[in-house]
Nanobody, 125 residues
Framework: VQLVESGGGLVQAGGSLRLSCVVS????????IGWFRQAPGKEREGVSCIASGVGMTDYTDAVKGRFTISSDNAKNTVYLEMNSLKPEDTAVYYC???????????????????WGRGTQVTFSS
């Protein structure tokens, strides 16, 4: 099982980025995929998740209305479209996978079985 994130970079106020998470070794229908982020000196926090097998998506309050999660099964890729970016969105963004799809939105890092290495999103003034 492997997850590889990409798409991070520098962004200005109100800007947009699309992060990608390419997965291999399992089927989207069997796993929930979550996006997390970790800013310097802060704990890792959940951002959004998708569980295609049970038709579920979720967003935390911090990103609701600004971020959109989606998946492309043909490309084995989960996307996180980020709009109206703010300085507090600066962090390393990780995607992760867990089998317990109905726990998609618990955002407990310990419950996620597999992790990517992350991609950096930095706010530029």
């Amino acid at each position: 099982v492997q997850l590889v994130e990409s798409g991070g970079g520098l962004v200005q106020a109100g800007g947009s980025l699309r992060l990608s998470c390419v997965v291999s070794g399992f089927s989207f229908d069997d796993y929930a995929i979550g996006w997390f982020r970790q800013a310097p000196g802060k704990e890792r926090e959940g951002v959004s998740c998708i569980a295609s097998g049970v038709g579920m998506t979720d967003y935390t309050d911090a990103v609701k209305g600004r971020f959109t999660i989606s998946s492309d099964n043909a490309k084995n890729t989960v996307y996180l479209e980020m709009n109206s970016l703010k300085p507090e969105d600066t962090a390393v963004y990780y995607c992760a996978a867990q089998r317990r799809q109905f726990n998609c939105a618990d955002y407990v890092p310990y419950n996620y079985d597999y992790w990517g290495r992350g991609t950096q999103v930095t706010f530029s003034s």
